[in-house]
């Protein structure tokens, strides 16, 4: 039969001791610029519509929302170079995770 591990003995883990940085920093930026600015819009004219009964309002937030955020989303797919070679260096100068054990100390 196997042995049974104690309750509350410690166990060994590791953890990271830095978190690296982002190889693409200003990507996020990005895609919140291009895909977040339509669909505020889209809000704006929904909002418009419902305050000032504006029927017409409606096109509004239909050609921002799917219409234009659609094409925007395609547009930032192609264009993202997320696989891509990193700039020159970038992936060398980019610190390495060290690893600590956390305990080391097992119950017999």
Do not use: K
Request: contains cysteine; proline residues 10%.
């Amino acid at each position: 039969m196997p042995a049974q591990p104690q309750v509350g003995a410690p166990t060994t883990t590791t953890r990271p001791t830095h978190t690296p940085e982002p190889l693409y920093p200003g990507e996020v930026r990005r895609w919140l610029t291009f895909a977040g600015l339509p669909m505020l819009a889209a809000c704006v004219c929904v909002g418009l519509a419902f305050g000032t009964s504006f029927r017409w309002l409606y096109g509004g937030a239909i050609l921002f929302g799917p219409g234009i955020g659609v094409l925007m989303i395609i547009y930032l797919a192609i264009t993202s170079d997320t696989n891509g070679i990193v700039a020159q260096g970038a992936a060398h100068d980019a610190p390495t995770l060290r690893r600590e054990p956390a305990s080391t100390s097992i119950a017999a």
